[in-house]
């Protein structure tokens, strides 16, 4: 798990985010946030320095924020809201989170464990949203991450979700801005069902405000 999300320098066995570099939430985060129920949980996924956290906490969502590095958690240990979980999902150990804990939002930024993706719907309760923003392939011509260890394939993502969520919005390219990086990013939600229903196909319609 990358756990060194806002340490300067960038190597592929620790990459940063193409939004990084302060303490100011990802754009891509922030603008699909509204989305997230008001006062719902939030699981921050690899969550290094805590932007993320502090950043929902600070809109009266109770965050829970998983990563391997103690010297990191420690640093939200005094956040209202905040509670921290020292755990490393790539050890093969138990998942750290009671079984049956689930979330009003899924964040995952500068983070890729495969393992991982096709379980991240299953922390989502009814209605909940999945932000996630990586690098993606392409960023290899660029400089660091270049492994494809770190690096979305095109539509990985979307095949991630697919049949589990639904896509709110989706995006794979090229950003200038803060600093030139291939990105891919999602916002997906996890239908509603009706009583009785099991198919994503029963669910009932949701809105979704793409305006913000």
Not at 102 to 117: D, I, K, M, Q, W
Not at 133 to 160: C, D, H, I, V
Not at 186 to 206: D, H, Q, T, Y
């Amino acid at each position: 798990m990358s756990a060194t999300h806002d340490i300067p320098g960038i190597h592929d066995s620790a990459p940063r985010s193409p939004n990084e570099g302060g303490s100011e939430p990802s754009p891509w985060i922030a603008r699909w946030s509204h989305l997230v129920a008001p006062g719902g949980a939030v699981l921050d996924i690899a969550a290094g320095s805590g932007r993320h956290a502090r950043w929902f906490a600070s809109r009266g969502h109770p965050v829970v924020a998983i990563d391997r590095a103690q010297p990191a958690l420690a640093a939200l240990a005094s956040i209202d809201g905040v509670h921290t979980v020292c755990a490393d999902l790539e050890d093969g150990s138990a998942w750290p989170l009671p079984p049956a804990q689930r979330f009003s939002a899924v964040v995952v930024t500068n983070y890729l464990y495969r393992p991982l993706l096709p379980r991240l719907a299953q922390w989502l309760a009814p209605g909940g949203i999945l932000l996630y923003e990586t690098f993606a392939r392409g960023n290899e011509t660029l400089g660091k991450p270049s492994n494809p260890a770190f690096l979305l394939a095109p539509g990985e993502l979307l095949e991630a979700v697919h049949g589990q969520l639904t896509v709110v919005a989706y995006e794979d390219g090229y950003v200038a801005l803060p600093r030139p990086a291939f990105v891919q990013r999602i916002c997906a939600a996890l239908p509603v069902l009706p009583r009785g229903e099991s198919a994503i196909e029963g669910a009932a319609l949701a809105r979704y405000d793409l305006g913000g």
